[in-house]
Structures are given as C-alpha cells and as structure tokens.
C-alpha cells in the first residue's frame, strides 16, 4: 500500500439486520477490536437495516480530524455486499465530498483463515458428535458458495468428521437436508456449526430447520461471540493502521 497513511481510525461494516440482535453482535464485536489494540479509534456500521451507515461514520471520522479509516468487511463470503454494496457506498461517499484515505481488507472469510477456524471449533458445544452441519446464510453467488463449502471441507478435516453446509436461503440445501445427508454417511449425532457472524432471523430459521431433523442441542454460537474473530479483524487491518497519538 505505498503512498496511503496508517490509518488511525477503523470501521467495522456489517450487513445489518432488523433483528436487534445482530446490531448488539456486532457492537460488542467492535469493543473486542478496540480492546486489542487500546487507542485505535474502532467504531461500526450496517450496509442495511440499522444505524449508522457507513457513510455517517466515515464522515464522523473526518470531522474529528482523521485522515486515514481502515473498512474491514464483517462478511464472511465476497458475495455481492462485498463486491458491490460496500464498494458503491464508499463511492458515495467520496463523490459526496469525503476527503479521508480509506483502504478496504478482504472479508472475515477469504482464504479460511486460521482464526476462523479455530472459531468454529471452540464454539462447537463440548457433547459427542460425529458429523456436523455448518449452518449458513445462503447466496446465488457461485464463488461465494464455494467458499462455505470450503470453509465446511476444513472444519470436517481439522475435527476428524464430515461436514455439510446447510443454508437458510438460495440453496435446496436446508438444514434439514444438511442432517439428511449426513446420516445417509452414517453419521448419528450431528451438531450445529455456525457460520454467521451475529444472530439473527436466518440463523434461526437454519438452525431450526437441522434441530427439527434431529441435530443436537445446543446448537454452536455465531461467531462473534469468540475472541478469535477480533484476532482476526486485527489481522486483516494488519499494518495499515495505528494508535493516534494523544
């Protein structure tokens, strides 16, 4: 990134929802950031549904006297809120007269990251299983589908059992249907991953979909829950930010 400042502010941005429980995931996924590296200004904000929008608090960042804001995606595909809903609103922005640099990382998910990883197996409950379902979103986007599957394929390896993504939406590929095909390898006790960030109306509906089909309880947290995601955001903001001086 030769030419651009550290930046010395940090925005964290989620999809959104209308369900108050993902703006609070969220909110205090941003005070696990902020605590990894005290002094770093870290706030958040939604693409949809709730407040603030990006573009409220990139304008906030400049009139406080930033001069550089790191975005971090809190997505774990590239669908299409990462490729085109995030990039359009910093578009706006800048064309609206935004003067801050602003860099954007990769999203939470690109590359399996580690971190993630270890997320996803030490929120899975401590009960005996032997298969598991990896309960997501759901998107028409092929690269972005691919990438669940991925991320299902490393979890399946790192815990020595098979994994099946079950989505909530754009895909045949219930929750339901994720146990199903688990039995059908001979898997009897099947727990519940899950790869959403915060809670929220489609975290339910998939989950609720695996448990009716005789999955296990509990079911795993979404992940914002865990230390190792705000490890994760600091490694994708990696040298590109810094403490503001006092």
Known sequence: MTGRRLADGVLLVAHGSSDPRAAAA??????????????????????????????EQLAAFEALGHRAVVVVPLLLTNAFHGRFDLPAVLERA??????????????????????????LRRLLPPVPFDGVVLAAAGTRDDLARHSVDGAAAALGASLGVPCVPGYASASTVTGAAAVAALRAQGCERIAVSSYFLAPGRLHDLVVGSAVGAGALEPVAAPLCAHVDVARLVMSRIGDFALVRAA
Do not use: I, N
Not at 29 to 35: C, D, Y
């Open 26 to 55: 969220t909110r205090a996924l941003t005070r696990a950031v902020a605590a990894q590296r005290p002094g770093l200004d870290v706030r958040c904000a939604f693409l949809d549904h709730a407040g603030p929008r990006p573009g």
């Open 94 to 119: 800048r064309a609206g007269g935004l003067g801050l640099d602003v860099t954007t990382t990769d999203v939470l998910g690109a590359g399996a990251p580690a971190l993630l990883l270890s997320a």
